[in-house]
């Protein structure tokens, strides 16, 4: 950006790991183009949004945001204001008749044209551009080819997959996000070579049914008459990925338990890098439910592949996404969701009250909507289900000796070092001396709490390798 233009930016991001990665990638972007990053909104030029509509209130919340932006926009000359993700992809025009002091609104498909629209917004007037569907090109299309800011630089997002092809009845994602394309397989690993090559040990690789990934592009192989099966790649691409020399962790999420195939669980085994955690969404333990939401696997079949899982890796934590008050719920239904919870034995779980979406199958479901008292209701019934296993788990793990990658200080108390275990648990500990953030150390585990570790010091085991943090680091692929 030119002496005229904004110097300074600040990115909100919302919602989930792949809109965090964007919002990396639109940082990268806006660096690239000179400027720089500010702390508060009082010190930028430029404010993204970074936006999500999984759940309700989004928009409320969005709006809100956006009439304090007025008076912030209006207070300095030259102020912009953006705003990009699934619910612009999803209100479109909307956005800027409700709000027409935003100069940019762009959608799920062209966070690789941020820096052009900016330039547009400042020379011509606000703009709104949501391309329908992404554009076959790689550097647009995954987040992960484009520059990019990232929060650390030890570990990195890596995204695997876009779009969705599923029809979950609840879910707007495949609305948002379009159909499911796979980014090649070579660019993946040669991605994740480049970060290891700058000191990153960890990696997660990101998709919205990453047990799918590759099967478009086995089938566009053997369209091209090559000798390929018609097979998804995910379990290749693990022990690919967990090879790759400096790699120490590998991580995935979300995989689909209608897809989750036993060469992805045996690759998870046999690859030491991959990590000890799967995240496995369940969504509901009723079979009723579950057809209703079009996913494609009961809670038996769900049970069945979990005990598989923890079979080939016995120290395996596992955790899962529930949704509660699902139109047409009954209390039957209910039950079974917390006996299939109290069976698979989760570590942790993420529990979202049902929120009907605009567009959704379900959103049309209104004479079966669920009476807000009662799921409530139920959703504290689950919660200390799965907050006694979650707690059980966490003591279960005391007096253990637990490997961990350092975060950094804990937010709570400066003198205390925060990191995760291999099975993505948070543990605080006191270290003899500051531990830089990405060195993997020991620890005995002391007390197990409901949603953390606590730990002795025991050794150092490698210091990060990555000199200081990079600011924008454009990929090599
Ligand atoms: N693709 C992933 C999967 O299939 O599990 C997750 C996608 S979504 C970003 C994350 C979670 O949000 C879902 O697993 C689901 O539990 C929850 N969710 C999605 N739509 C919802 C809705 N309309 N109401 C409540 N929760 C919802
Ligand atoms: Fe949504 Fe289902 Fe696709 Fe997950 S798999 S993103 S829940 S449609």
């Given at each position: ?15 989930c ?5 964007d ?5 990268g972007?806006?660096?690239t ?6 702390e ?15 759940r ?5 919340k969005?709006?809100?945001?956006l009439g304090h ?7 300095k000359e030259?102020?912009?204001i953006?705003v990009?993700?699934c ?6 025009d ?6 027409p ?17 900016l330039?547009q917004?400042?020379e011509?007037g ?5 391309l ?13 080819a484009?520059p990019?800011?990232?929060?650390t ?17 609840y ?11 796979s ?12 970060l290891a ?10 998709g919205?049914n ?12 053997r ?7 018609a097979?998804?790649q995910?379990?290749?691409l693990l022990?690919?990925?967990g090879s ?7 991580r995935y999420?979300?995989?689909h ?7 992805v ?11 000890e ?10 079979n009723?439910v579950?057809?209703?939401?079009h996913r494609?696997?009961t ?26 008050g699902?139109?047409?719920e009954?209390?039957?239904d209910f ?18 009250i049902?929120?009907p979406?605009?567009?959704?199958e379900a959103?049309?479901m209104?004479d079966?909507?669920?009476?807000p008292?009662?799921v409530?209701?139920?959703?504290e019934?689950?919660r200390a ?7 059980l ?11 961990i990658?350092?975060?950094?200080p804990?937010r709570?108390?400066?003198?205390v070092?925060?990191?995760?275990t291999?099975q993505n648990k ?5 270290a003899?001396?500051p531990?830089?953030?990405?060195t ?14 606590e ?7 490698s210091?990060?390798?990555h000199?200081?943090?990079?600011p924008?680091?454009?990929?090599n692929?």
């Open positions: 950006m030119n002496a005229k233009g904004p110097e300074s930016y600040i990115v909100r991001t919302f919602g790991q792949m809109n965090e990665h919002s990396e990638r639109i940082s972007l806006l660096e183009d000179g400027l720089r990053r500010a508060s909104d009082d010190d930028a030029d430029v404010v993204v949004l970074n936006t999500c509509c999984i309700e209130n989004a928009d409320n969005l709006y809100g945001t932006l007025k008076t912030w926009k209006d207070a030259g102020r912009r953006v990009g993700g619910l612009s992809q999803k209100d479109k909307v956005v800027q008749s409700r709000a002091w935003v100069d940019v609104v762009m959608g799920t498909h062209n966070v690789h044209r941020t820096t052009e629209l330039h917004a400042i011509h606000p703009i709104t551009e949501i329908e569907e992404a554009v076959i090109d790689d550097h647009a299309l995954f987040p992960s484009l990019a800011r990232r929060e630089s030890y570990n990195a997002w890596v995204t695997i997959q876009i779009g969705c092809d599923n029809t979950c009845a879910c707007i994602v495949p609305a948002v996000r379009g159909k499911e394309i980014r090649p397989f070579a660019d993946i690993v040669n991605e994740v070579r480049h090559s700058q000191g990153v040990t960890e990696v997660t690789l990101l919205q990453v047990n799918s990934y590759g099967r478009d592009l086995s089938l566009a192989a369209r091209d008459g090559a000798d390929v099966s097979g998804p995910f379990a290749q022990r690919d990925v790759v020399d400096g790699i120490r962790r590998v999420t979300s995989p338990p209608k897809d989750m195939r036993m060469d669980l045996q690759a998870m085994a046999e690859t030491p890098s991959v990590c955690h799967l995240h496995y969404p369940l969504q509901s333990g009723s009723r579950l057809s209703l939401m494609g696997y809670g038996e079949r769900y049970l069945e592949r979990l005990a598989e899982a923890r079979r080939l890796m016995p120290d395996l934590a596992v955790t899962t996404d529930i949704i509660v699902f139109p047409g009954t209390e039957d039950v079974r969701t917390l006996e299939v919870a109290a069976e698979a034995d989760f570590d942790s779980t993420f529990t979202f049902f929120s979406r605009e567009g959704t959103a049309t209104h079966h909507f669920i009476d008292a009662v409530a209701e139920r959703f019934r689950l289900v799965v907050e006694r296993s979650a707690w788990k966490h003591q279960a793990r005391e007096g253990r000796i637990e490997e990658i350092v975060e950094g804990s709570r108390n400066p003198g070092t925060t990191g995760r291999r948070l543990v605080h500990f006191t003899p001396h531990l830089r953030p990405g993997y150390a020991t620890a005995e585990i002391t007390r197990g709490a409901p949603h953390f570790l730990g002795k010091f025991v050794e150092v085991l210091e990060p390798t000199k200081i943090r990079i924008v680091a454009t990929v692929v």
